[in-house]
């Protein structure tokens, strides 16, 4: 078993930034994909990044260059998605996300909502 907190959330206002993180804790070592997904009101969840075990990384397009994926040095069960240059279009509910041969795993997701 493997849980996911989320939390960093929150209102901004377009242009600004917001910082995610994610707590995981349990059988993590089994774990092999890690990364974050999103859902809009109305839309499909969507891949926002993810990291391979083997370092593979992948970011969605409408976030390059905007949104930053890091492990905390320390604890390294903790997931940060750095989130600059806010727009509208990222207003979604974040999850984080683990999948391995444990079994896919997700957290409650948290709501980020920026404002024109």
């Known amino acids: 078993q493997v849980q996911l907190v989320e939390s960093g959330g929150g209102l901004a206002q377009a242009g600004g930034s917001l910082r995610l993180s994610c707590a995981a804790s349990g059988d993590t070592l089994c774990m092999s994909v890690m990364g974050w997904y999103r859902q809009a009101p109305g839309k499909e969840r969507e891949l926002v990044f993810s990291?391979?075990?083997?370092?593979?990384?992948?970011y969605a397009d409408s976030v390059k260059g905007r949104f930053t994926f890091s492990r905390d040095p320390v604890k390294k069960n903790t997931l940060y998605l750095q989130m600059n240059s806010l727009k509208p279009e990222d207003t979604a509910v974040y999850y984080c996300?683990?999948?391995?041969?444990?079994?896919?795993?997700w957290g409650q997701g948290t709501q980020v909502t920026v404002s024109a």
């Open positions: 990291l391979s075990s083997g370092g593979a990384t992948t």
């Open positions: 996300n683990m999948d391995g041969r444990c079994g896919a795993y």
